[in-house]
């Protein structure tokens, strides 16, 4: 019962309310999503893997549709046609071995059907103040090589934009370059290998690390294993604490029982004609109880000396004698037949 009301307290209520949320969200929320992270890693490796370990192939042999199939991504195909400059988009705010970079989309128009592929060029710098200066794609038919790449996601809440008659995405989508400039993309793009012709900054293939997602997903599992018991532990010490300050208190109680006996003892052990006090009061101090046994023991201990001095035919009393004669009444008799010897013995007759 001890321990359940310490459990219910409002501290404990609250405390455990919280840990348990964040140990539910540790298990449902944060630890998958960085083992999802790992996950998706690792897919990519082997798809880099594998991708690089192919030779080129057409277009029409690995994408023969607009439809983006997971399974191609990474893999490099050749592809015949031309660009379309005035459709061209600038991506901002990227990073590209670890500088600022501006990535250069545009169209590409598949000779021979009426597919367009959006092709990522490559990078420039950005320049303080203003759109940095393009390179313009060659123009007529050309060849290119580039390596399948899936779209990136697109937020709601960020669109196109046209800054100085040139247009600027937030990512690499077909479909919002598409929007904005009007024409049906395949789902998919192409990011340009290197020398092709109307390349830029080459973009370099991701590094084949699982990087860190593995074990911020296990000290996320760690988190919420350790924070419930980090609770119990503290729990079991503030009810044995509890437990410590119960047993304090009624080892003070027995202390303060055990004098006050003491005290009635004393009481009992009064000589006969002594009034026992008042029984001290339970708030009374143990310094006043102890005052009060002192008077008590001396006024058991006191008694009344009479001594017999002046009268005639005595003298001082013996101390042996003391104790006899303290409380004894003279005889009248006696002492005249005293008195009545001594003269006879002195004067004669």
């Known amino acids: 019962m001890h321990v359940l009301r310490t459990i219910l307290r409002p501290g404990w209520i609250a405390l455990g309310v919280v840990v348990v949320a964040f140990a539910v969200a540790c298990f449902t929320l944060l630890a998958p999503w960085q083992l999802g992270k790992n996950s998706d890693t690792e897919r990519r490796n082997d798809l880099i893997r594998t991708a690089t370990s192919l030779e080129t192939a057409p277009l029409a042999e690995v994408a023969p549709s607009s439809t983006f199939d997971r399974s191609t991504e990474w893999r490099e195909v050749e592809v015949t046609g031309r660009y379309l400059e005035d459709q061209q988009a600038l991506v901002r705010l990227r990073n590209i071995q670890e500088r600022p970079a501006v990535v250069v989309l545009t169209p590409f128009a598949v000779t021979g059907s009426d597919r367009v592929l959006l092709i990522n060029r490559g990078f420039v710098r950005p320049v303080e103040g203003g759109v940095p200066d393009v390179p313009t794609p060659p123009a007529g038919e050309q060849t290119i090589d580039g390596r399948i790449r899936a779209a990136e996601s697109v937020s709601a809440d960020r669109g196109s934009l046209s800054d100085n008659g040139v247009l600027t995405v937030p990512s690499i989508n077909p479909g919002l370059v598409g929007t904005a400039t009007g024409t049906s993309m395949d789902d998919f793009y192409l990011q340009l290998s290197p020398d092709q012709p109307g390349s830029l900054g080459e973009i370099p293939l991701p ?52 004098e006050t006996g003491e005290v009635a003892d004393a009481d009992t052990a009064r000589p006969a004609g002594t009034a026992p006090d008042p029984q001290p009061s339970s708030a009374a101090s143990r310094a006043e109880r102890r005052r009060q046994m002192r008077e008590e023991l001396r006024a058991a201990s006191g008694t009344t000396v009479v001594h017999n001095v002046g009268r005639i035919g005595h003298g001082p009393v013996a101390d042996d004698t003391v104790g006899d004669v303290r409380d004894a009444t003279p005889d009248p008799r006696r002492q005249d037949g005293d008195v009545r010897d001594k003269l006879s013995r002195r004067y004669g007759g």
């Open 207 to 258: 590094q084949l690390d699982t990087g860190p997602y593995l074990s911020y997903g296990l000290q996320w599992l760690a988190f919420g294993i350790m924070a419930p018991l980090g609770v119990l532990y503290f729990l079991i010490a503030e009810i044995r604490s509890r437990r410590r300050a119960a047993a304090a208190r009624a080892a003070t109680a027995a202390e303060a029982t055990a």
